[in-house]
């Protein structure tokens, strides 16, 4: 069976309205699909078209297990279950001829790692709805004013052509089969289709919080800047979106006399000869090249000095398939590319964007050891800078209270809130507050103390010592904490103490 080619040409869709209905509409040749190499002339298979609708509309659901891939597709209240089994196998049911194939095609590419030029192709697309600020899923209205726009034609114009050539090779591959289908309890990966993370079981539409649309966004590959203070999570949310898109973590930690190798890579010599060993830089690049999705994360960014900087200006720099092509001399399908050239290997590392994401985090202000400024050149190429605050008390407590009792957990959350406004910079004492990481150290040591035999709130006294002060004040000339610090957080202490917290019913 073959899909009807005559049906998918003469199929009419208003969903478009900047392309138009149906008809033969010429399609750019410099926007046509490498899985095709001839000069014929191109035009819009209109049932792909509907096929990219329903999926940017939400009218497509799926879930992915192990042995097969299962849609619902939801057209005029109308509900049909489709499946495509994989990876080893290539069985349609339910596929139809006209508008579901391609359906299936965009979530094979998105959910069972198939199709490469249709993945980056549809990366792409989704790129420049969230440029022009459209959440997805979206509206027929937002979807027809989309395409009008110059740059979301040229992307749909090239998700057309190839989701039409990837049809053709798919159709003398698959056996298709017709029959009735049950649907799965839940849709829990419906949202990957739209570039975002899989739906947790029982989970409502689609997060619009700083994590979630950052998360969305690393989906298909972003440049993030992570600011905020020492210890309010930066690392953290990095690791979790990472984790969210399933990536594999590189990680580099940004210092004072950090040298290429420990940031790109080195020569080393072998007995079989010098061969050379790959930095982060490089084992990121190297993932992405071959088809790992990758996250570089990249900490304390201005630690770094002014020429490793410039290097990671360079990397950032994207370029095109062709340009690539150009340079490099490698076919490679079309997209954006990053570029890494490792010194002295001759050897030219490239990556699509859409499958390595670097985020970046740094703190920001003067009372901060950094070798330089985040200079315009490099904060241009960030795509997203998203400045990190302390968590919330809801998102932060269960996390202290794993770690101590609830009691013990509320005292030192009240003291780490306090000492946010008993700094030098409000007039105070403190050098510096408490953060995440401190809190933590100082309940692992409230923790060892009380089963050392020592009551919650004489442990708290002796922990605060050997924790809190050593972070949050100034040494005195004798490498001391200064006196005066150091007993404006013991009266703090003492404040939370008699307001009852540690004894407080939950």
């Known amino acids: ?44 298979p209109w049932a792909a078209a509907e096929a990219v609708a329903q999926v940017l509309l939400g009218r497509v659901e799926a879930e992915r297990t192990p042995k097969a891939l299962t849609l619902q597709t939801i057209d005029k209240d109308e509900q049909t279950v489709l499946m495509a089994s994989h990876p080893t196998q290539a069985t349609w049911v339910n596929a139809g001829q006209t508008v579901r194939p391609y359906i299936l095609l965009i979530a094979e590419a998105q959910l069972a790692a198939k199709h ?36 979301f034609k040229d992307d749909l114009l090239r998700v057309l052509d190839t989701l039409y050539y990837t049809g053709k090779l798919s159709a003398d591959t698959c056996s298709w089969i017709t029959g009735p289908l049950s649907a799965p309890a839940a849709w829990t990966h419906s949202p990957v289709l739209l570039g975002q993370s899989p739906r947790q079981p029982g989970e409502p539409g689609a997060d619009l919080s700083e994590e979630g649309r950052l998360t969305r966004r690393a989906a298909y590959g972003i440049r993030a800047l992570l600011v905020g203070p020492t210890g309010c999570g930066k690392t953290e949310l990095g690791k979790r979106v990472a984790l969210s898109t399933g990536s594999t973590i590189v990680s580099l930690k940004g210092r004072p006399g950090l040298e290429d190798r420990d940031m790109i890579g080195f020569i080393s010599p072998t007995l079989q000869g010098a061969r050379w060993v790959d930095g982060p ?51 490679v399908p079309d997209g954006r590319y990053y570029t890494l050239d490792l010194p002295g290997a001759g050897e030219v590392l490239y990556a699509p964007t859409r499958l390595l994401s670097v985020l970046c985090t740094t703190n920001a202000g003067s009372s901060y050891t950094q070798s ?48 946010r406004s008993m700094t030098v910079d409000q007039g105070q004492l403190l050098a510096r507050p408490m953060n995440t990481g401190v809190t933590l150290n100082f309940l692992a040591e409230v923790q060892d103390l009380v089963q050392a035999g020592l009551s919650e709130t004489n442990a708290l006294r002796e922990a605060l010592l050997v924790t809190v002060t ?12 200064d006196p005066a610090a150091v007993n404006a957080l013991k009266a703090r202490l003492e404040e939370q103490l008699r307001k009852g917290l540690l004894h407080k019913a939950a």
């Open 470 to 481: 050593p972070f949050c004040c100034e040494l005195t000339d004798e490498g001391l904490p």
């Open 1 to 44: 069976m073959t899909i009807n080619t005559s049906s998918v040409f003469a199929f009419k869709t208003a969903k478009f309205p900047g392309l138009g209905k149906g008809g033969r509409v010429q399609i750019p040749q410099h926007l046509h699909s490498q899985l095709d190499t001839s000069n014929r002339m191109r035009v819009i």
């Open 372 to 419: 330089g400024e985040l200079d315009p050149a490099l904060m241009r190429r960030f795509q997203r800078v998203m400045f990190v605050s302390y968590p919330a008390e809801a998102v932060i407590m269960p996390v202290y209270a794993k770690a101590a009792t609830p009691g013990t957990a509320r005292v030192a959350y009240a003291l780490e809130v306090a000492t």
């Open 281 to 331: 830089l490089a084992r990121a690049m190297r993932l992405a090249q071959q088809g790992t999705r990758t996250t570089l994360l990249i900490d304390e960014l201005l630690r770094l000095d002014a020429y490793h900087r410039n290097a990671l200006i360079g990397l950032l720099d994207d370029v095109s398939a062709t340009e690539l092509k150009a340079t490099l001399g490698v076919d």
């Open 116 to 151: 490469t030029e249709l993945a980056e192709r549809w990366g792409n697309l989704l790129h420049t709805i969230d440029r022009h600020a459209v959440t997805l899923p979206t509206t027929e209205d937002r979807l027809a004013t989309l395409s009008h726009k110059i740059d």
